[in-house]
């Protein structure tokens, strides 16, 4: 992983599905948003505003044992393929990469502790976005790892308080806590029950919100959904914390029901469609992504109803992150035409199916 | 099989594959049109011109040689399930089965001779349809089959003939010959490749004309055209069968020559279309029937490319005929509505698979 070569698995010890219900939560994610005191945010900053930002929080992180053990990296050091596995493995954001085609902002970086659920972007949106990525539905052990994390970097600069609004922020909807907190669900149930709009629309009347696989303005695609909350004003971490995971455990809930439904009332339909998709994922040999996420949300059913007790969740979810382009450009070490991208993506889930003792067309 | 349980396996030996060309031509089909001097043709008779027919046809056959060790089936007393399984192996015809949801009509009637290669309609179009159904591309040899039938029972009683149009029929399309030969071929090549149309109007240009499975009206499914000639009149049978060979001969080295072009110019892409079929074949736990055959029909020419060396002609040319519904329904033991029916195809289609080697989501 070029310049990542220390720590070549970074960011993925969620695909282990080791926390709970981690058959429907894929992930649970935390963030924090914070500025430093004393600096204009950085939309408004100037470059030497952004370079100073990053040295203050490479002397801070020194001294917080919480990030210990990792390195700070500039964005704009890193190729550009590099810069595409963080994005794929949710490690930065599109925003902090600077878009498509260009180049990262200066002193946009990225600091990756030891503990390899942690991450901390430098120069988003914000000065600084605490995130911790933990498997399963974890909401508050991913709130404790990021708030110890604060509670360090504060002691080491000032952060941009108001005592009256609380954390402030570049974009007023992250002000007070400054916390974000989303949850990966893969509701395949629902969606096949047709329950998925009533379901969404009960989230967002609780105050939650629901994106694609790729966080804002990206297209739900194989059944997968973040929903996270959207206000972090006017209530504690705590409250926020303990309400989403109320939300979420009845999203759960109906999601296991609508799977009992389906395997009660249309038994024939559903395997047909879970052992079609795994029809194709272990013989196809070109797989867009898009497909493969869709054929992989119906095996993941089958795996969660039992009906594919051989596969485990984990390789499912290892297809799904090393089935990305970036992923598969760095397996095959060099850049991939789309119809090269898809034979490569193919050959890697017959691979990691082959490893589960599925048949493949190899 | 009902009544015809004698025959269990009664107009089948064209599975086996045997033939030459048979992963391209699958069988080879002649038939002469003949009727009884002194009787009106049957769309014309009266019922007891019709029984007589049938009498004077069931004497004729215990003198001939050709058809000995068979017997003679009248539509109407076998059972309807009975009825389908004939056509679905093209032993009869819609027309003489009174087409859908009408009894056959009076003297309707089947004979299958010992050999099951041959038949013979009674009261169909014309008072006689002699047939020969052989695998693979042998037309001479089905017609001599349906010739020395036609010898003998011309010997039996005499057959409307004019000295200078030759046999006549009820269509005049048939008359003179009376031969009407036809080859099912399979050219998926052809179609990938888009020489199909080319192709095809060649045969028009030359006489020859082209249906889908099921004959006259049906749609082309799963690329399988039924080659046959077009006039039967002004030229011997011996010409007719020459012609037709040859034509046919050149039909297949054009799909043999796309099926080359397909794997030098289009490997990736043909691979995965025949992977995902095979993928779909064996794990699909619903399919209907002519998803099945275009499924089959990738199948198959992964077979013939040496793509899934593994498998067996017979086994596909199989699935073909005992996935038809009827087939289907004589080995459930009952009849089977829509859904089941398409449980049950997918559930045999795996089952032959399996018998074959594959994994399947058994």
Redesign the interface.
């Known amino acids: 992983m070029d310049e990542l070569s220390l720590a070549p698995d970074y960011g993925l010890s969620w695909l282990d599905a080791s926390g709970p219900a981690s058959d429907i939560v894929l992930s649970t994610r935390v963030r924090l948003a914070r500025n430093l005191q004393g600096y204009p945010f950085p939309a408004r900053a100037r470059v030497h505003d952004r370079l100073e930002v990053l040295r203050r929080v490479e002397e801070g992180i020194t001294r917080a044992a919480s990030l210990a053990g990792g390195g700070v990296y500039v964005l704009k050091d890193l190729g550009p393929r590099t810069r595409r596995i963080l994005l794929e493995r949710r490690l930065v954001s599109r925003d902090l990469l600077g878009g498509i085609g260009n180049a990262p902002a200066p002193g946009a970086a990225v600091v990756l502790p030891g503990r390899d659920h942690l991450s901390v972007m430098v120069n988003e949106e914000d000065h600084l976005r605490l995130q911790a990525l933990l498997s399963g539905l974890r909401l508050r052990e991913a709130w404790r790892l990021v708030d110890a994390v604060d509670e360090e970097l504060g002691g080491a600069f000032p952060l941009a308080y108001h005592p009256e609004f609380g954390f402030l922020t570049s974009c007023p909807t992250n002000v007070g806590t400054g916390l974000r907190a989303s949850v990966l669900m893969h509701l395949a149930g629902l969606v096949l029950t047709k329950e998925i709009g009533r379901v969404l629309k009960g989230l967002t009347q609780v105050g939650l919100t629901f994106r694609g696989l790729y966080g804002e303005g990206s297209e739900v695609v194989g059944n997968f959904f973040q929903v996270s909350n959207q206000t972090t004003l006017g209530t504690s971490e705590e409250d926020l914390i303990e309400h989403m995971e109320r939300v979420v455990d009845q999203v759960i809930q109906h999601e296991r029901q609508a799977r009992a439904v389906l395997l009660r009332e249309a038994p024939?339909?559903t395997?047909?469609k879970i052992?079609?998709a795994?029809?194709?994922l272990?013989?196809?040999?070109?797989l867009a992504f898009e497909e493969m996420i869709n054929l992989l949300s119906a095996v993941r059913l089958g795996v969660s109803l039992k009906l594919l007790p051989r596969l485990r969740v984990y390789s499912l979810n290892k297809i799904m992150i090393y089935g990305q382009q970036a992923h598969l450009e760095q397996a095959a070490g060099r850049e991939l035409l789309p119809?090269e991208c898809d034979?490569h993506r193919?050959s890697l889930v017959r691979k990691i199916l082959a490893s589960e003792g599925v048949?493949t067309?190899d």
């Not at 272990?282 to 070109?286: D, E, G, M, Q």
């Open positions: 024939a339909v395997e047909d052992w079609r795994y029809g194709l272990a013989y196809a040999r070109s119809p034979a193919a048949p067309s």
